[in-house]
C-alpha cells in the first residue's frame, strides 16, 4: 500500500521559514516526479513546486518563487520542500503529491499519489 506521510508544517511569523518533509512507503519513487500543492479556505488546489526523478530540474509558481526551494533523496523515498520569507498569503494546507513520469508539470491530474495534507499558517 502505497503512502505519503507529510510533516513539517506549522505557525510561523511573516518573514520566517519552515520545511516540509514527505516520506513515501510502499514502494520506491526515484523513477517519478514529485510535487507540491497548496490549498487555501475557500481556493481552489494550486501548484506549488514540482521536481523531476533526479532533481536536475525544477519549476516553481510565480507566487513562490525565489522564496521556496524543493528538493528530494531518493534513497530516503522523501521530498521536501523549503519555505522561506513566508507571507500570510501563503497560508493553506499542503499536500505532496507523486506523477508517475520521468518528467515534469504542474497539471494536478497527472499525479497519482497524495500525502495527507499539512496545515502551514503564517502570521502577520
Known amino acids: 500500500q502505497v503512502q505519503l506521510v507529510q510533516s513539517g508544517g506549522g505557525l510561523v511569523q511573516a518573514g520566517g521559514s519552515l520545511r516540509l518533509s514527505c516520506a513515501a512507503s510502499?514502494?520506491?519513487?526515484?523513477?517519478?516526479?514529485m510535487g507540491w500543492f497548496r490549498q487555501a479556505p475557500g481556493k481552489e488546489r494550486e501548484f506549488v513546486a514540482v521536481?523531476?526523478?533526479?532533481?536536475?530540474?525544477?519549476y516553481y509558481a510565480d507566487s513562490v518563487r525565489g522564496r521556496f526551494t524543493i528538493s528530494r533523496d531518493n534513497a530516503k523515498n522523501t521530498v521536501y520542500l523549503q519555505m522561506n520569507s513566508l507571507k500570510p498569503e501563503d497560508t493553506a494546507v499542503y499536500y505532496c503529491?507523486?506523477?508517475?513520469?520521468?518528467?515534469?508539470?504542474?497539471?494536478?491530474?497527472?499525479?497519482?499519489?497524495w500525502g495527507q495534507g499539512t496545515q502551514v499558517t503564517v502570521s502577520s
Open positions: 521536481i523531476n526523478w533526479n532533481g536536475d530540474y525544477t
Open positions: 503529491a507523486v506523477r508517475p513520469y520521468l518528467s515534469i508539470s504542474r497539471d494536478q491530474s497527472t499525479y497519482i499519489y
Open positions: 510502499g514502494r520506491t519513487f526515484s523513477n517519478y516526479a
